[in-house]
């Protein structure tokens, strides 16, 4: 395969090689800057160490560490074979704090968007009934939405709401709006907290597709049942969030550990 292009030498600026700052980090930076930037995009092949050693006129000693500099800062990644390219940092899931889609985003300072799949009013089946406490048959809305971060589909969404609880939810447009806003600004409902089943599961072939992924690449799914401060489920509903770009993170009280 062909060997990562170099970027080009009338754009390297000299190294400052009687100042402080260590000459793997001016390299570091100066690759950081591209990417920052947009010259340099995910998926951009970055130069090799023999070609950042020519470049920089550096040793190649200094070079790796600049690469090894970025990739544990999550902006490279190195492919046996290939070579090393640009990537972005996973976004971190922090599964103690209950948050919607469009809060998270916009807590990491991204545009949050989403692509309406399905919303549809359906009967709940036996074992969906019974998580939301209603009889099998009443009437939920089914709600599916890609989730997208600066228009890079991150997630796949699936809900489930009682609509005899909110009357006229299945006429809101959700491919626009919040559905928590919705819920806590139209209907005054107060989330309490939340059961979440967490688990690493390959993508089907339909998540594969919409999140832009490859066939059964890893997923992170977390599967939910809100209850509200009286003690009522409003919600049960499926996330499933791309391998490549999340990880669940968690802080663990010391009286939990023995």
């Known amino acids: 395969m062909p060997k990562p292009e170099s970027q080009p030498a009338s754009t390297v600026r000299p190294l400052d090689k009687s100042g402080f700052i260590p000459l793997y980090y001016q390299i570091q930076r100066a690759l950081m800057e591209m990417i920052h930037s947009g010259e340099l995009s995910t998926g951009d092949p ?3 160490e023999e070609e950042l050693a020519r470049l920089y006129r550096v040793s190649r000693m200094t070079a790796r560490q600049a690469l090894h500099g970025l990739k544990t800062s999550g902006f490279a990644v190195s492919q046996k074979g290939r070579g090393t390219f640009v990537t972005r940092p996973k976004l971190e899931k922090n599964i ?3 948050r919607g889609f ?3 985003m ?5 545009v949050p ?5 399905e919303q549809t009013a359906v009967k709940a089946p036996a074992e969906l009934a019974e998580k939301l406490k209603l009889d099998a048959g009443e009437i939920v809305m089914r709600l599916r939405r890609l989730r997208l971060a600066d228009g890079i589909p991150m997630a796949l969404e699936e809900s489930h709401i009682p609509l005899k609880q909110f009357p006229g939810l299945e006429k809101v447009n959700f ?3 919040s559905l928590y806003f919705v819920l806590r600004e139209t209907f005054g409902v107060r989330v309490a907290w939340a059961d979440e089943v967490i688990e690493a599961l390959p993508a089907t072939r339909e ?3 919409l999140l832009t992924i490859p066939k059964k690449a890893s997923i992170l799914s977390i599967s939910r049942t ?3 401060t009286e003690e009522t489920p409003i919600e049960v509903a499926c996330s499933r969030y791309r391998g490549d770009r999340y990880r669940a993170s968690i802080r663990v009280p010391t009286t939990s550990i023995e």
């Not at 916009?106 to 991204?110: A, C, I, P, S, V």
């Not at 968007?113 to 799949?117: C, T, V």
């Open 46 to 48: 970055l130069a090799s």
């Open 96 to 98: 103690m704090h209950l």
């Open 102 to 104: 469009t809060e998270d």
């Open 106 to 110: 916009k807590h990491l300072g991204m």
């Open 113 to 117: 968007s989403s692509k309406l799949i």
């Open 175 to 177: 491919a626009k709006q």
């Open 207 to 209: 998540e594969s597709d």
């Open 226 to 228: 809100i209850m509200t």
